[in-house]
C-alpha cells in the first residue's frame, strides 16, 4: 500500500479536451512533484512544489498547469495536449527540513495517452 | 548541474547469482544522498536503498548492497541471491542535501534486469 496515491490510473483524451490528474499523499511530507515518465526517456521532473513554495520548471509547456492548494494535494490540469504527450504521469512527494532531504515516495502513476 | 548515468540499458542474470548494476554521477558538492529506485511492471517506484554521501560505510539492505567510492563518483548495486521478483527496471538516482529553490532528485536513464529461471 503506497502512502502517495493518484488517480486516474489510466487516462484518454483528446487534443481538445482538458482534463486534470490528481495526487494525495499520507506521508505528512512537505514536498511533492510531478515526473513526465516516456518511453527511452529518463524522468522529467516537470514541477516541484517545496514548503509551499512551487518552483518552476521553464521547459514544461503552459498546456500543464499544475496546483497544490495544500501540502497534501497536488492536481496537474492539462489541456490542448499533443500526442508527444503521452506518457507516464508519476507524482512523488518527500520531506524536506533544515536543508536535508529525504528520498521520495512515488505513486502508481498515471498512464496518459493522448489521441 | 549534476548528471546521473547508468551505462548499461540492459542486464540478465540467472535466478539466484549475484549481479551488479553500474552507476556513476558528477557532481560540485560534498553533501548529497545517492538511491537506488526499482520499477516493475507495476510502474510502482520502490526505494531500494539509500546512502548519504558524508557515510563512508555502505548501505546494505538485506539482498540489496552498495559499493559507494565517494571519489570515483560511483555509486553501484549488488543484488545477492537474485529472485525472480527483483526482474524490474532499476534507477540510480541524485539528490543534494542542501535545500535550494530548485530542489529536485535526478535520475539516470535506469537498467532493466532481466531475471533468468
Known amino acids: 500500500e503506497t502512502g502517495v496515491t493518484q488517480t486516474p490510473r489510466h487516462l484518454v483524451m483528446g487534443m481538445t479536451n482538458k482534463k486534470s490528474l490528481k495526487c494525495e499523499q499520507h506521508?505528512?511530507?512537505?514536498?511533492m512533484y510531478w515526473y513526465k515518465q516516456s518511453a527511452k526517456k529518463p524522468l522529467e521532473l516537470m514541477f516541484v512544489?517545496?514548503?509551499?513554495?512551487?518552483?518552476e520548471n521553464n521547459s514544461v509547456p503552459s498546456r500543464f498547469s499544475p496546483e497544490c492548494p495544500n501540502s497534501s494535494h497536488l492536481f496537474l490540469h492539462l489541456h490542448t495536449l499533443q500526442p508527444e504527450d503521452s506518457a507516464l504521469y508519476l507524482c512523488?512527494?518527500?520531506?524536506?527540513?533544515?536543508?536535508?532531504?529525504?528520498?521520495?515516495?512515488f505513486g502508481q502513476g498515471t498512464r496518459l495517452t493522448v489521441v | 548541474a549534476q548528471t546521473v548515468t547508468q551505462s548499461q540499458p540492459e542486464m540478465s542474470v540467472q535466478e539466484a547469482e549475484t549481479v551488479t548494476l553500474s552507476c556513476t554521477y558528477d557532481?560540485?558538492?560534498?553533501?548529497?544522498?545517492l538511491f537506488w529506485y526499482k520499477q516493475p511492471p507495476s510502474r510502482q517506484m520502490i526505494l531500494v536503498i539509500r546512502?548519504?554521501?558524508?557515510?563512508?560505510q555502505n548501505a546494505t539492505e538485506n539482498r540489496f548492497s552498495v559499493n559507494f567510492q565517494k571519489a570515483a563518483k560511483s555509486f553501484s548495486l549488488k543484488i545477492s541471491d537474485s529472485q525472480l521478483g527483483d526482474a524490474a527496471m532499476y534507477f540510480c538516482?541524485?539528490?543534494?542535501?542542501?535545500?535550494?529553490?530548485?530542489?529536485?532528485?535526478?535520475f539516470g536513464k535506469g537498467t532493466r534486469l532481466h531475471i533468468l529461471p
Open positions: 512523488a512527494s518527500s520531506q524536506v527540513q533544515g536543508g536535508t532531504g529525504t528520498e521520495a515516495f
Open positions: 512544489y517545496s514548503l509551499e513554495e512551487r518552483v
Open positions: 557532481t560540485s558538492e560534498s553533501d548529497y544522498y
Open positions: 546512502q548519504e554521501a558524508y557515510k563512508q
Open positions: 506521508l505528512g511530507h512537505n514536498a
Open positions: 538516482a541524485y539528490r543534494s542535501a542542501r535545500m535550494n529553490r530548485d530542489d529536485k532528485i535526478i
